[in-house]
């Protein structure tokens, strides 16, 4: 199985500030790693796929980067309502399998 | 726009099983496969298994394999995750999620409490 590591696994940060998380898979797992962003009490949302791809409608101040096994997601300009928790996510197709990371939980 | 409705809060005795649904609406010409994920209280998402329906697959993660069922609805518009054999460890928060693949989950439902007490 693969497995995922994400660091840090919470940071405290302000207004306006640049953050960046960073996802290890233990193996190589090409640009198949998503990126979600859940916040309190909320269904997770789909930020940024394949690695580098914004969802649509997904704000610009987000933006992901990375393949083989390792990954950077990062927030430029970060707002009030990105206080949230983000995790990594990666996916195979045959078979179909899906690993989230551990997530990082970012205070504002 | 895809909307996904999931079926309300369940209390359960340990032993016992939980059949959850999640019914998609809207323009789901882009979300044949159904994933289900589970939220323990205070710890992150983990990947049960999905299901792509119109193509009859369906797999499981290991740690789940034998206890979940994965299914669909007549309409392909309805799935469903049965969990049984339920400990106190299962308590937590469900969601189900629709995308292209198992592992593109795009629509997400509201999350499903299961509660298991003994």
């Known amino acids: 199985d693969i497995q995922m590591t994400q660091s840090p696994s919470s940071l405290s940060a302000s207004v306006g500030d640049r953050v960046t998380i960073t996802c290890q898979a233990s193996q190589d797992i090409n640009n198949y790693l998503n990126w979600f962003q859940q916040r309190p009490g909320k269904a997770p949302k789909l930020l940024i796929y394949?690695?580098?791809t914004l969802e649509t409608g997904v704000p610009s101040r987000f933006s992901g980067s990375g393949s083989g096994k390792n990954f950077t997601f990062t927030i430029s300009g970060l707002q009030p309502e990105d206080f949230a928790t983000y995790y990594c996510?990666?996916?195979?197709?045959?078979?179909?399998?899906?690993?989230f990371g551990p997530g990082t939980k970012v205070d504002i | 726009q895809v909307q996904v409705l999931q079926s309300g809060t369940e209390i359960k005795k340990s032993g016992s099983s939980v059949k959850v649904s999640c019914k998609a609406s809207?323009?789901?010409?882009?979300?044949?496969?159904v994933s289900w994920v589970r939220q323990a209280p205070g710890h992150g998402l983990e990947w049960m298994g999905g299901?792509?329906?119109?193509?009859?697959?369906?797999h499981y993660a290991q740690k789940f394999q034998g206890r979940v069922t994965l299914s669909a609805g007549e309409s392909t518009d309805i799935a469903y995750m049965e969990l049984r054999n339920l400990t106190s460890a299962d308590t937590g928060i469900y969601y189900c999620a629709r995308g292209l693949i198992p592992g593109h989950m795009l629509h997400w439902g509201q999350g499903t409490l299961v509660a298991v007490s003994s």
């Open positions: 996510q990666q996916y195979t197709n045959l078979p179909p399998d899906v690993t």
């Open positions: 299901t792509i329906p119109v193509a009859g697959r369906t």
């Open positions: 809207g323009d789901t010409s882009n979300s044949f496969s």
């Open positions: 394949d690695a580098s």
